[in-house]
């Protein structure tokens, strides 16, 4: 079993908060939808990883995989995280 060293942590992370079960006093948290936050700032990507990931993208649209247009955006933000 590897260190994990090598494993690339997610740009985004979704957190829901949500009331909790049981009885809640009034005035309190309301009952519309969930609050959805974004977690910190995606860590920075360095050159090898970059090119890696494009290169993935880049065959995925050759496979016909994902449009133009979400390869455009996709690598966008790969160049964006450098």
Known sequence: MGSGAAYV????????LAA????IPMGGASQ???LVMNSAPALRLSKED???????????KKQ???T????????????SQM
Request: proline share 7%; glycine share 4%; net charge neutral.
């Open 9 to 16: 942590y997610p740009s985004n992370v979704s957190v829901v």
């Open 20 to 23: 909790p079960a049981g009885n």
């Open 32 to 34: 519309g939808s969930p």
């Open 50 to 60: 970059a090119e890696s990931k494009l290169k993935d993208l880049a065959s995925l």
């Open 64 to 66: 016909k995989l994902i």
């Open 68 to 79: 133009e247009v979400e390869y455009r955006d996709r690598s966008r933000e790969i160049l």
